[in-house]
C-alpha cells in the first residue's frame, strides 16, 4: 500500500505536469494575442490604380528608392504585398496589400485576409475618381478612363470588399476598424472636404450609402469608420500651385492617419 506522503508527491507531481502543459498549450495563444495588440494585422484594400502600395511603403516607411527598384510606385501588383512597420517602442502593423486587378489572385487574397487570417484593421483606399487608369490588356499607351468612369469602378469594388467584412464581422470579433483613405488629395485640394463628405457614411452619396448598409449588417458600435484625406506628395516645398498640397500639407495629412491608425490600435 502507497504512503500518504509518496501518494501526496504522486499527486503534487501530477498537478505541476497538468499545470506544465496546461500553460505550454496556452503558449501559442497568449503568442499570436500579444502580437496582436503589439503589430495587428491591417488589410489595405482599392481598385487597382489608387495608390494602395505608395501609402503602404510611407505608412511602413519603406524606402521609397527600394519601391521604385521593385517598380511598385506606379505599377500595380496581381499578388498580395506584405509590409511591417516597426518602432522603438516595439509596436507597428502587418500590412496586405490586396490586389487591385479583378483576378483570382485578387479574390484570394480577400479569402486570406477575410477569412483564414482574419485582419484587425481595414484601410481601404479610394481616389475621388483620380485612380491612375490601366491600359487594356494587349495595348499600349497611357489608359483612358473618365471620373465618372473611376468613381463608378470605385464603387463597384467597395461593394465587393463591404461584402466580404460583413460576412466577417456578424462571425468574429475582427475587423473592429476601418479607414476610407481618400488618396491624391494633392489633385483636388479645393474640394478635398467635399470628397471626404462624399466617401462618409450618412452622406446620402451612393459611397455612403454602401457604408451605411455595412454599418447594419456588422454592427455600428462594434465597426468604427473613419474617412481620412491623404496624399503621398504634394506640389513642393512652396507649391505655386493653389489647387496642389505642399509637401508639407501631405506629411500632416499623413501624419493625421498615422495618429488615427495607432489611437484605433490601442498603440496611443
Not at 9 to 31: C, K
Not at 198 to 215: A, H, I, N, Q, V
Amino acid at each position: 500500500m502507497q504512503s500518504p506522503l509518496r501518494h501526496g508527491r504522486a499527486a503534487l507531481g501530477t498537478t505541476i505536469a497538468g499545470g506544465a502543459l496546461a500553460a505550454l498549450s496556452q503558449a501559442p495563444e497568449r503568442a499570436s494575442r500579444l502580437l496582436r495588440h503589439r503589430y495587428p494585422t491591417v488589410a489595405v484594400t482599392g481598385m487597382t490604380g489608387v495608390g494602395k502600395t505608395r501609402l503602404a511603403d510611407r505608412l511602413s516607411r519603406r524606402a521609397s528608392a527600394q519601391a521604385a527598384e521593385q517598380g511598385t510606385a506606379d505599377v500595380g501588383s496581381a499578388v498580395m504585398e506584405r509590409r511591417t512597420r516597426r518602432d522603438a517602442r516595439l509596436r507597428g502593423y502587418r500590412f496586405r496589400v490586396v490586389p487591385g486587378e479583378n483576378a483570382a489572385t485578387r479574390l484570394g487574397a480577400l479569402d486570406e485576409v477575410f477569412h483564414d487570417e482574419p485582419v484587425d484593421g481595414v484601410l481601404h483606399v479610394v481616389a475621388n475618381g483620380h485612380a491612375t487608369p490601366r491600359r487594356t490588356a494587349g495595348t499600349t499607351g497611357t489608359g483612358v478612363a473618365t471620373r465618372e468612369e473611376q468613381l463608378a469602378a470605385e464603387l463597384e469594388d467597395w461593394s465587393i470588399t463591404a461584402h466580404r467584412i460583413a460576412s466577417m464581422a456578424v462571425r468574429r470579433d475582427r475587423p473592429t476598424w476601418l479607414i476610407i483613405a481618400v488618396t491624391k488629395a494633392d489633385l483636388f485640394a479645393d474640394d478635398v472636404e467635399a470628397a471626404v463628405d462624399y466617401y462618409s457614411p450618412g452622406s446620402g452619396s451612393p459611397f455612403g450609402d454602401k457604408l451605411d448598409e455595412l454599418r447594419a449588417l456588422a454592427g455600428g458600435a462594434k465597426l468604427s469608420i473613419d474617412v481620412l484625406p491623404v496624399c503621398a506628395q504634394g506640389g513642393g516645398k512652396k507649391s505655386t500651385d493653389p489647387s496642389r498640397l505642399t509637401d508639407k500639407e501631405c506629411t500632416e495629412l499623413l501624419a493625421r492617419l498615422e495618429l488615427r491608425m495607432a489611437q484605433l490600435s490601442g498603440h496611443v
